[in-house]
């Protein structure tokens, strides 16, 4: 991979940086709740938190869109995308599981512990993968990462509307209870559909580097998978 200057400031990279940005801004207002989930104050710290994850969500949507249709796909952006995907879903699977803990409902911090092992495994074995077989194999979306993605989207803006709504009292607060738990079965399938995709992404993944091994091309390759140049006589009769 190679990055230029003018890929740093391409629309897509300038919103994968804004998400970067919303990452500790949405951590230090659940820090701010999660400090007193009972004051007054709280619901004001979750709804900004709320809206601050949907506001990143969007980005990310945004800067998928331009990148693909209007040719801004980048080297740079290939990194850093994930990269901040990562941190997006990982810290608001992370604190939306604290959250809850605090407020007496452990069953969600199960599941979400679930999906960040996930996270974590899929950026270990994604990293050996790619190391072992010199950049020859990468990671590639596929229906099912896709269709976990969504369900864990789905979940977390659901967990975190119902968290907001827990935050009052009489009838808004049945209302959250009754978004909680619809939020609860749907991060329950896509923890199935994350362990799922986690096999099956490590299954494909060692296929590619049976492959990439057998080929003889690996040889040819340093460390960072570029071509290595040819010894002196090398190749010649």
Not at 1 to 10: G, I
Request: contains cysteine; charged residues 20%.
């Amino acid at each position: 991979m190679k990055f230029s200057r003018k890929d740093v400031f391409t629309i897509p990279n300038i919103l994968t940086y804004v998400r970067l940005i919303c990452v500790p801004v949405f951590f230090a207002l659940m820090v701010m709740f999660c400090i007193n989930p009972a004051a007054a104050q709280a619901k004001i710290y979750v709804w900004a938190a709320f809206g601050v994850f949907v506001f990143a969500e969007v980005t990310d949507v945004i800067d998928g869109f331009v990148a693909r249709h209007f040719n801004m796909i980048t080297d740079l952006g290939k990194v850093i995308d994930p990269v901040a995907d990562k941190l997006c879903q990982g810290f608001g699977i992370l604190m939306l599981g604290v959250a809850y803990l605090l407020i007496g409902r452990w069953p969600i911090m199960l599941f979400a512990a679930i999906l960040i092992a996930k996270e974590v495994l899929m950026g270990v074995f994604s990293y050996y993968f790619m190391k072992a077989s010199k950049r020859q194999v990468e990671q590639i979306a596929n229906k099912w990462g896709k269709a976990g993605s969504a369900l864990n989207f789905a979940s977390l803006v659901l967990a975190y509307f119902a968290l907001g709504l827990l935050c009052y009292d009489g009838d808004v607060y049945k209302a959250g209870d009754i978004i909680y738990w619809i939020a609860f079965a749907v991060f329950v399938a896509g923890a199935l559909v994350a362990v799922y995709n986690l096999i099956q992404y490590n299954v494909g993944y060692y296929r590619d580097l049976c492959r990439v091994r057998e080929s003889g091309i690996l040889d040819k390759l340093d460390d960072k998978g570029n071509p290595m140049e040819e010894k002196d006589g090398e190749g010649k009769e």
